[in-house]
């Protein structure tokens, strides 16, 4: 698949006696809202983190839009379009919910030297952010200092940040990570309008939501790729309920 | 910054206008003293304002601010020993230096975090005070002296004190405007976002990297300049102004008055410098009735009584004297 958005060759990346990518290889084309599961300690995390140019990978390549992106240091991939939200909220609690989306609007509108203008007056930063915020369903806790959000606005506050540098594609790293039903259900149907817009890269737990939205599922154990495909296809696949689907069902 | 009459804002406008008016007081009683406490004490909040701009806004401690204090001094005291007068030439290239050295140091510093940040940024400083120390030219360990203060063709007399304190004055008013407008600007978003989380500044586009060294060298550059009046200010130079015990005082200006608040390093130079110059004297009264012989003694442990002050404020007073202020404010206006 030449025409992929993202392109994963052989990646591998070993933690001492942990191969926490082994030979994975996935094509992600434009559009596509690519889902990737797996039990605790897969390496879904740590796939994002290569992706995101966190880590370093071992070998192994990586491309967007078909350019080479393997060594590329992380500012450079997100200004080139691949953005990035944390499984672990990790925003500017000091700072308003609206700063941080605006910081977000400026980390790709241009270089910062700019020493004397007031950055909070500038609507080419705040109305771009104001929007991003709105469209998560934030728009009302704009002026509210982050630390001040529940958890779940946390998760929304992330997503619009992500949004707010106009990606071509979004890494999301467990966006409903202990949200409530109801929260998951409003951010699934959020991501369903998103997806329409930007091709998503989506790690998450919840299958409900999993199986509700994604395109294609790629199931992650131990590292490795063991099985990829349409969501039915996944679902019939014995491997992936040994390994996964049938532990969960056990479990729950 | 609110505009409102909080009793922060009223300290503020009396501290500015407290200073503007010294000379005037001076005058008056004729305590040429109080004018060369006051000197100092705004030569070294502008040093103070300048270490805040890295420390309390972008969260860079750095452990050899000083360095750049003695810089920009033996700029001017060589400059002048070596015949060149004219301030227009010593000052700009004060600042010239100051801003190399931070240049350099900020590369190599900023690529480390955390301790080994702190330990470069100290090296760096105990290397300029052994390079001072080394010269035997410009007087080695024993200093340089100033035969006369930085020319400006007429213009300005530095050798007038009063002239010299409101020049002074007037930069430190400059360079509280320019950390105001540094850290409400694109840029200042910049540096503030990476001290809050810097991974997450890499991650939606940042290369964090070159603003905290821009800041590093705009820091440096104006503490130089600090430096430039410091040698004016005692017409003397020596290493001792770059020790690292220096680097020190002002890392406790900027904690006592307050990290990243606009006014905290002015509050915490007066306050450092108020007790330095008067806690001896103080000590030595309250012992004097009980040990006349050993009250003067007694006042040279001043530091016995200034450290457990200062352990006070980090452990009650988080945000120094600006958050004690802060607080009064805000207990008003909800009460």
Not at chain 2, 287 to 294: L, W
Request: charged content about 15%; aromatic content about 8%.
């Amino acid at each position: 698949m030449a025409d992929a958005l993202l392109q994963i060759e052989n990646l591998s990346k070993r933690f001492g006696g942990i191969q926490a990518s082994d030979r994975i290889s996935l094509a992600i084309p434009d559009g596509e809202l690519h889902a990737v599961i797996g039990p605790n300690g897969a390496g879904k995390t740590t796939l994002v983190s290569q992706l995101s140019g966190q880590i370093a990978p071992d070998s192994g390549r990586i491309s967007f839009a078909g350019v080479d992106i393997t060594g590329l240091p992380m500012h450079r991939r997100s200004a080139g379009g691949l953005a990035r939200s944390f499984q672990i909220t990790s925003l500017f609690l000091d700072i308003s919910a609206l700063d941080n989306v605006a910081l977000a609007v400026q980390a790709h509108a241009g270089h910062s030297f700019r020493f004397w203008r007031d950055a909070r007056g500038e609507a080419e930063l705040r109305q771009p952010a104001r929007a991003a915020l709105e469209r998560v369903g934030l728009g009302a806790r704009a002026d509210w200092p982050a630390s001040a959000l529940s958890h779940g606005e946390h998760r929304q506050l992330e997503l619009a940040m992500a949004l707010a540098g106009r990606p071509r594609m979004l890494l999301l790293d467990e966006p409903m990570a202990g949200m409530g039903p109801d929260e998951s259900a409003r951010m699934v149907t959020m991501l369903r309008a998103l997806k329409q817009e930007v091709t998503i890269l989506l790690i998450e737990h919840d299958m409900e939501a999993v199986f509700a939205l994604a395109d294609r599922i790629t199931v992650l154990v131990y590292g490795r790729v063991i099985a990829s495909g349409a969501p039915a296809e996944i679902r019939a696949n014995a491997q992936v309920r040994d390994a996964y689907l049938g532990e969960q069902e056990a479990v729950s | 910054m609110s505009g409102a009459l909080t009793p922060r804002n009223v300290v503020i406008a009396a501290l500015l206008v407290g200073l503007a008016l010294l000379p005037l007081y001076v005058s008056i009683t004729g305590d040429r003293f109080l004018l060369t406490l006051f000197t100092r004490i705004v030569i070294l909040a502008m040093a103070a304002v300048s270490l805040n701009l890295i420390l309390g806004y972008g969260g860079m401690m750095s452990f050899g601010h000083a360095a750049y204090l003695g810089i920009g001094g033996y700029t001017v005291a060589i400059l002048a020993f070596e015949g060149v007068q004219s301030g227009f030439v010593q000052w700009p290239l004060a600042l010239a230096a100051s801003a190399l050295f931070a240049l350099v140091v900020g590369a190599l510093s900023l690529r480390t975090r955390g301790v080994y940040f702190i330990m470069i940024t100290l090296a760096f400083a105990q290397m300029a005070y052994y390079l001072a120390s080394g010269m035997a030219r410009y007087g080695g360990d024993d200093g340089l002296g100033l035969d006369s203060r930085s020319q400006f063709a007429g213009l300005l007399n530095l050798s007038n004190k009063t002239t010299f304190y409101y020049v002074c004055l007037i930069l430190l008013c400059a360079s509280i405007l320019l950390v105001w407008r540094l850290t409400i600007s694109r840029f200042g978003m910049v540096l503030r976002g990476t001290r809050s989380n810097e991974t997450r500044m890499r991650a939606i586009g940042f290369p964090t990297y070159r603003y905290k060294l821009a800041g590093f060298v705009i820091a440096g550059t104006m503490c130089g300049l600090a430096g430039a009046l410091v040698a004016n200010h005692t017409d003397f130079v020596s290493p001792a102004m770059m020790y690292w015990t220096r680097s020190g005082d002002l890392i406790v200006m900027v904690v006592l008055g307050g990290m990243g608040t606009l006014f905290g390093p002015v509050f915490g130079a007066l306050a450092l410098l108020f007790l330095e110059q008067f806690l001896p004297t103080l000590i030595s009264a309250v012992v004097r009735p009980f040990n006349p012989a050993g009250a003067v003694k007694a006042g040279e442990y001043w530091q016995i009584v200034l450290g457990p002050l200062l352990l006070l404020v980090v452990l009650f007073a988080r945000g120094g004297i600006d958050g004690l202020l802060r607080m009064l404010s805000s207990r008003e206006r909800h009460g």
